[in-house]
């Protein structure tokens, strides 16, 4: 058994989180761990919407941007031949995150600090500074550049 068994990696599937999504891949590939890749759709951020635009709508939208984001963990997974876990919940990212990771055992939370989504800007960098801030398992930040 290595030092991590459980790695979290949570994803907003834009360009910039790969390198977070490689980075928790290298070390499941070093430590023989399982990666748990999780999207939280932020639904709190769409409350003020007017009416008429359809929540179905927008829902599906973000539920399908959120499969195509674990997916792609999937693939890396796959690539090295890592075991992958995924989830989609819904909430407040911050804590949310928190929470799976202390639900889930996991022992490392790897987190891009500046990925940025398209519809829900999940990983800002303030998503993760209150996730460093109240975790009690781990956290590994790593910077990730703008997608152009």
């Given amino acids: ?8 990696v949570p994803t ?7 390198r977070a999504v490689r980075h928790a891949v290298d070390l499941a590939v070093q430590h023989g761990a399982t990666v748990h890749a999780l999207y939280v759709v932020n639904s709190a951020s769409y409350a003020g919407m007017p009416m008429e635009s359809s929540w179905e ?4 939208m973000l539920r399908g941007d959120a ?3 674990v997916s792609l963990v999937e693939a890396l997974g796959d690539d090295y ?25 996991c022992d490392l939370i790897v987190m891009g600090t500046h ?8 990983l800002l ?3 993760a500074e209150k996730v460093v801030r109240s975790s009690t398992v781990p956290v590994l930040t ?3 550049a703008d997608a152009t």
């Fill in 57 to 60: 709508g927008i829902d599906e």
């Fill in 81 to 105: 031949d890592v075991p992958v876990e995924t989830s989609v919940i819904d909430g407040s990212p911050s804590p949310e995150i928190v929470r799976y990771a202390e639900d889930n055992d």
């Fill in 142 to 144: 790593v910077r990730v």
């Fill in 67 to 69: 499969e195509s984001a």
């Fill in 12 to 18: 907003d599937g834009s360009d910039g989180v790969e």
């Fill in 115 to 122: 990925g940025r989504g398209g519809i829900d800007r999940l």
């Fill in 125 to 127: 960098g303030s998503v």
């Fill in 1 to 8: 058994m290595g030092m991590y068994d459980r790695i979290l």
